[in-house]
């Protein structure tokens, strides 16, 4: 179940400090590239019922991660229309449309 709450959505409030806001379709780019940055989402953690993510899952990335993502050319699609607005805050729209899910 993704979200900073674990409830399948993309909400965010005080207590999450890494805007868990985007939500993704992730890629195998993005989750190598994750990894790469010491944030291994492939992995299960079953401690933390994670059952670890592979290419096509949708996943609530934090805001930051995902910009840092674009800007190293490998941010994975989003739903625009189950982002968070908060994530307005931290990435500008031009970008998040731009990178919008387009199913096949």
Known sequence: MTGF???GFCRTDEFDHGSHTVCAVVTSEFLAYSKSRGN???TPRPEYRFPGLKAGD???LCA???KEAL???CAP???LEA???KTLDFILMEDLIA???QPL
């Open 83 to 85: 982002t968070n607005e």
């Open 77 to 79: 699609p989003i739903f």
């Open 58 to 60: 949708k996943w609530c």
């Open 40 to 42: 291994d989402l492939i």
């Open 64 to 66: 930051l991660r995902w």
């Open 99 to 101: 990178h919008a899910y």
């Open 71 to 73: 800007e190293a050319g």
């Open 5 to 7: 709450y674990r409830d």
